[in-house]
């Protein structure tokens, strides 16, 4: 069983920056690949970025690509978003969400994750 608590939402002008944390429980963190999502009203929910258990590939949605970078720090059992040049239609619930993902592909796929978090509400406003 993981939970997951992100952390880092908040009110940000266009072209601001914040970076999001997603806090892991247990102790198998490393084993996970990690992604975050955003949903915003009246939207469904779409990938953001991936990273694998290991570090070493990511994947980002071509809305973020360039502004964004996601990392892990396993010895910490957490996972960041770093996001810069915000956009108004950046505004959105951020979900992180881990799942035991062998191909780094699956990383895009919301089906490929077990566990989700609350969400943490990130607005950029014009």
């Known amino acids: 069983q993981v939970q997951l608590v992100e952390s880092g939402g908040g009110l940000v002008q266009a072209g601001g920056s914040l970076r999001l944390s997603c806090a892991a429980s247990g102790r198998t963190f490393s084993s996970y690949g990690m992604g975050w999502f955003r949903q915003a009203l009246g939207k469904e929910r779409e990938f953001v970025a991936g990273?694998?258990?290991?570090?070493?590939?990511?994947y980002y949605a071509d809305s973020v690509k360039g502004r964004c970078t996601i990392s892990r720090d396993n010895a910490k059992n957490t996972v960041y978003l770093q996001m810069n040049s915000l956009k108004p239609e950046d505004t959105a619930v951020y979900y992180c969400?881990?799942?035991?993902?062998?191909?780094?592909?699956?990383?895009?796929?919301?089906?490929?994750?077990?566990?989700w978090g609350q969400g943490t509400q990130v607005t950029v406003s014009s």
């Open positions: 990273i694998t258990w290991s570090g070493d590939s990511t």
């Open positions: 969400a881990a799942g035991i993902i062998y191909f780094a592909m699956h990383l895009l796929k919301p089906g490929s994750y077990d566990y």
